[in-house]
Structure formats: structure tokens, C-alpha cells
């Protein structure tokens, strides 16, 4: 027996609610496995880096590397689209630049927030040099120590947008991701314990917290934990 013309209208209208109720789900849920896909191949290309790095040279890289150091160390062992120069430069060189070393800032937008979205990000923990690689991941670097000035500290940190600065979310630890190289040369994710943003009580990866740098300590959870995911905000 046939269907009249008003019951297949009818089960179609049905389909097409049913679709539109799960298709957003599925959509995030798409997108978040694609950026935990990003975070394990963006860690393990850092790390291969460092690795050929430490076999080429003998020694690995430490967290007392010298001032702007560790940018031509990663591109040489990284493919890479497209240099970005530091990120305080008054010209279109930075992709990502810090706003208070532009001369016309209102040229460019606050693209990263913090985890929760309430704050924008601390631009000058990512300005010691940045480069696309040839996948699109967004590295940014943090490496202003100078050796025997008790202004700089030893904090070595690399950042990487998984699925490049175009694409949202752009937030810090929901697809900018950070990581700490420690003083015996190991690629910490950012949370670990000893790395400068660990938290025994999740301060850094806060649903509720207001500071510039929140979302720093998510690397580790995003990277071990799969609930994560899940109650990402």
C-alpha cells in the first residue's frame, strides 16, 4: 500500500526536526575530536623536533635556552608555510601580534580568549616568535630568557593552534595549546606538575576564573583526560 503525497510530508518535516535537533551535537562533537586529533600530532611533531635536534647536536634543548633561540631550532626540523617573524612588530610581518607593541592596534582583533571566553589572552607569554606549519597549525613561542639577567626567567613555552588562528574557537586550551621544555630538555605539557602553570586545584583550567592565562593548564587534562573533552565549556 502507497503513502499519500501528505504522509511522506509529513515524515520528512519529522526527518528534517530530528536533524536539526542532532546535527548541532554532532557538529561539536566532530570538532572537538578533530582538535584532540590536532593536540597528539602537534605534541609528538614538537617533540620529533626536539629529538633530531638533540641527536644532530648531542644535547637537548633546555629551559635555559638563550633569548629568541628556539624559533630556527624548530624550523629547521618543522615544515613550515610561513614565517611570522616574533610578534611585536609594528608591520603586517606578525600573524599574531602583541597589541602593545603596534602602532595602530584598532588594525588588529583580540582573536584569543581564555578557556571559559571572559578574558582575552596575556599576548606577551606568545610574542618571542611565530610560524605556520605546512599543515596550518599556529606556533607561538615564549623564549625571552637572558642568562645572568635576573629580570628574564627560564620559562621556555611553545604554543600551538591546532587548527590554525582562522578557525575558532580561539581559545586557550580549547585549541591553543601550551607546552613547557623543562630544565633536562623534556616537552612537558602545560598543567604537568613542575611546569608554571600547574594546579593541584585546576586554577589554570577554570570554568569560572577571570585571569589572562586561564586555560594554560589544560594541555595536560585535554591530552589524558577524555572527560575533558566532554565538559569543555
Known amino acids: 500500500m502507497g503513502f499519500t503525497l501528505a504522509e511522506v510530508l509529513i515524515t520528512l518535516g519529522i ?31 614538537l617533540s620529533q623536533a626536539l629529538m633530531m635536534y638533540e641527536n644532530d647536536n648531542g644535547w637537548p634543548v633546555t629551559s635555559s635556552l638563550g633569548y629568541n633561540q628556539l624559533k630556527p631550532i624548530l624550523m629547521k626540523y618543522i615544515n613550515t608555510a610561513k614565517d611570522c617573524g616574533k610578534g611585536t612588530e609594528t608591520t603586517n610581518l606578525a600573524c599574531m601580534p602583541n597589541k602593545a607593541y603596534v602602532s595602530d592596534p584598532d588594525n588588529y582583533k583580540d582573536i584569543y580568549k581564555t578557556f571559559n571566553g571572559r578574558s582575552n589572552i596575556n599576548y606577551s607569554a606568545f610574542d618571542d616568535g611565530q610560524f605556520v606549519m605546512n599543515d596550518n597549525m599556529f606556533v607561538m613561542i615564549e623564549n625571552a630568557y637572558i642568562p645572568g639577567n635576573a629580570n628574564t626567567l627560564p620559562n621556555l613555552w611553545i604554543s600551538v593552534d591546532v587548527n590554525g588562528f582562522h578557525k575558532r574557537p ?14 633536562d630538555g623534556a616537552l612537558l605539557p602545560m598543567g604537568a606538575q613542575g611546569t608554571r602553570f600547574y594546579s593541584e586545584t585546576d586554577a589554570n583550567c577554570s570554568r569560572t576564573s577571570t585571569n589572562n592565562m586561564n586555560g594554560a593548564g589544560c594541555t595536560v587534562k585535554a591530552l589524558n583526560d577524555e572527560s575533558f573533552w566532554k565538559g569543555m565549556p
Open 15 to 45: 526527518i528534517g526536526v530530528v536533524a536539526a535537533m542532532t546535527m548541532p551535537t554532532l557538529m561539536a562533537s566532530t570538532q572537538k575530536k578533530e582538535l584532540q586529533t590536532g593536540l597528539q600530532k602537534a605534541y609528538s611533531t
Open 170 to 183: 580561539n581559545r586557550l586550551g580549547q585549541d591553543l595549546f601550551m607546552f613547557q621544555i623543562m630544565d
